[in-house]
């Protein structure tokens, strides 16, 4: 069954939209703030957002670009003001449709069901799962995405995940890092390399709290996961 998290301040409207949701075959989950909205989105495993643009304590369109640093989670956004309509479907926000209030119920659950078929065919799965790889590396510009998101990374932090990024799954030791990433290994101490490792989890950590890429082998090293 799929998830959906509407995400609607006034409950009138809230209960339509569940109520014909649920009628169709969909398992709803329901949230007032953008606050909310992020805490289900990450526990819960969601296939669409049906998300109001004024919202108590935030914007939709903060939220939803909030959102797409990290999911391709299809949104649908409910707007009151057709003003915002060019805006919604822009890439700037990132919504893959919209409907203008007041709207049928009806309408809505088909637009939801026509956004999954898709984005579904799309991705080949849900829309949860990103097309890119979770870890993408830019040698160029020497940046890496992680879920999209450009991870602000120092020049040994950028060098020891490519360095671990170049096989998934191999376990590297703290002496082979230092000598793959270090020009002059025997000027630093073995726990430098921890340190790197623990700032670049932090970073990493930042944009999906959820995930443990680098996997510690106790006595040995590190290794990158090799299957998300
Ligand atoms: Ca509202």
Known sequence: MQRILIVEDEPAIADNIAYVLETEGF??????????????????NIALIVLDVGLPDCSGFDLCKEIRKTSAVPIIFLTA??????????????????MPKPFSPRELAARV??????????????????AQPPLALD????????FGTPLD????????LEVLMRRPGWV???????????????????????????TIRAKLREVRPDIEPIKTHRGVGYSLRDSW
């Open 27 to 44: 398992e709803v989950v329901r949230c007032a703030t953008g606050g909310e909205a992020s805490e289900a989105l990450a526990a819960d």
């Open 81 to 98: 003001r057709s003003d915002e309509i060019d805006r919604v479907v822009g890439l700037e926000i990132g919504g893959d449709d919209y």
């Open 113 to 130: 069901k026509a956004v999954l078929r898709r984005t579904q065919s799309e991705t080949g799965s849900t829309g949860e799962s990103p």
């Open 139 to 146: 040698p160029h510009k020497m940046i890496v995405h992680y």
């Open 153 to 160: 990374l120092s020049r040994y932090e950028f060098r020891i």
């Open 172 to 198: 590297y030791s703290r002496d082979k890092l230092m000598e793959l990433v270090w020009e002059s290994p025997e000027a630093s101490m073995d726990r430098t390399v921890d340190t790197h490792i623990k």
